[in-house]
C-alpha cells in the first residue's frame, strides 16, 4: 500500500500546575522550564525529517513547542482552535482534588460513561472532543496528502486521534497514556491507519 501521509503527533510540554493535575482545557496555561526543554529535546530529535508542514492548537503550550520544533523547519505553521483541548465547563482551571470534592457524584458517572459525559456548564464529551478534532485531522490530511506533516496537540486531542487510527472505542480513551512531550507516528493509508510509535 502507498503512504497517504506520515503524521508525527505530539503532546505539549509540562505546564504550569501540572502536579495538581489541573482540567485546563481551553484554559490558556504556559509551559514551565522543564516543558521548555521537552520541546527543545523533541526538536533535536526531529531536526532532520523532512516536513511540509506543521500545526498547533491556538493555544500557549501547543503554539510555543511548535515554535520551538519549527527553528529546524522552514515550513508553514498553522495555528488551528479546533485542534484545542476538551473544554471542561465549570471544571476549567479546576484541580483534579477540588472537582473530586465538589462534583462527586458526576466524577463518578464519567467515570461510567467517558465517551458521552459533558462536565457541567456546557462542557464537552469526549465524543464532543472527537466530533471536533476528526474532521480536522481529515481534512489537514487531504490538504498535505503525500507529505509528512507535525501536529503539536493536547493529551486529550492525541488520544481521541490515536483511538481512531486504532478504531478503539472512546470510552477506551484512557487506556493511552501521553506523557509531556511525548511523540507519536502514524502512517495513513488509502483506508487504514499504521500506528508506528506512541507515547514515544
Known sequence: MERRNRLYLVRHGQVVGHDGYQANGHTDV?????GRLQMEK???RLRFISLAAIYSSDLKRTRLGAQIIAKYHDVKHHIL?????MFFGDWEGMPLKEIGGRFPEELEERQKDMAGFRPPGNGESMRDLAERVIPCLQKILEQ???REILIVAHGGVNRVILCHALKLDLNNVFHIHQNYGC?????YFQDAA???LMNG
Do not use: C, M, Q, S
Request: no cysteine; hydrophobic share 40%.
Open 30 to 34: 504556559d509551559i514551565t522550564e522543564v
Open 42 to 44: 523533541l526538536a533535536e
Open 81 to 85: 482552535e479546533d485542534l484545542r483541548e
Open 144 to 146: 498535505e496528502k503525500g
Open 183 to 187: 511523540l507519536n507516528i502514524i502512517d
Open 194 to 196: 499504521l500506528v508506528r
